[in-house]
């Protein structure tokens, strides 16, 4: 059974910066895409971010040259640092394993004006 648990959420002021991780069990972590997701009140979930096994990776325009997804093959943790954040990027922050189709519980991300 697959497990994402995400963590470092928080409140930020815009121009700050977050790190989000995401653990994961029950799969052969290092073989499998990873993406982070997010969605904010009364929108749809969308794409962030996503990581190959191999490492290519692919970026949402909105936050291409300021998040950068990386993975911890070692660790089964996929990252996704946050950088100059501004207050539309607050949201629920999803982890998501391509392979299985399994979500984590999100955590919050509030960026003040």
């Known amino acids: 059974q697959v497990q994402l648990v995400e963590s470092g959420g928080g409140l930020v002021q815009a121009g700050g910066s977050l790190r989000l991780s995401c653990a994961a069990s029950g799969i052969f972590f290092r073989i499998y895409t990873m993406g982070w997701y997010r969605q904010a009140p009364g929108k749809q979930r969308d794409m962030v971010a996503t990581i190959t096994g191999g490492g290519s990776t692919n970026y949402a325009d909105s936050v291409k040259g300021r998040f950068t997804i990386s993975r911890d093959n070692a660790k089964n943790t996929v990252y996704l640092q946050m950088s100059s954040l501004k207050p539309e990027d607050t949201a629920v922050y999803y982890c998501?394993?391509?392979?299985?189709?399994?979500w984590g519980q999100g955590t919050q991300v509030t960026v003040s004006s």
């Open positions: 998501y394993e391509y392979n299985s189709g399994s």
